[in-house]
């Protein structure tokens, strides 16, 4: 069982940046794929991006080059440094671990000035 908590959110204007943590618990960490996926209000969620336990990283065509996840296996902790915000990416945000098997809670984003 892995619990994961989110942390980072808030309110920041267009072009601003926010770091997402993301806290697992467990002794397994090191060996799930770690995701972000998001959910705008009226609209599906979505894979924003994904860590494998190797470091491979990808990512949602509309956050390319202006989002990054990585992850500190010492601290069971995975991020999402996002720069260059838009409204558009508006959403809560969540961490999930094992390719979507564990979720957490989430965290609102809100892009606007």
Do not use: H
């Not at 959910?39 to 956050?63: C, F, H, M, N, W």
């Amino acid at each position: 069982q892995v619990q994961l908590v989110e942390s980072g959110g808030g309110l920041v204007q267009p072009g601003g940046s926010l770091r997402l943590s993301c806290a697992a618990s467990g002794s397994t960490f090191s060996g799930y794929t770690m995701g972000w996926y998001r959910q705008a209000p009226g609209k599906q969620r979505e894979l924003v991006a994904d860590i494998t336990r190797y470091g491979s990283t990808s990512y949602a065509d509309s956050v390319k080059g202006r989002f990054t996840i990585s992850r500190d296996n010492a601290k069971n902790t995975v991020y999402l440094e996002m720069n260059s915000l838009k409204p558009e990416d508006t959403a809560v945000y969540y961490c999930t671990a094992a390719y979507g098997a564990y979720w957490g809670q989430g965290t609102q984003v809100t892009v606007s000035s």
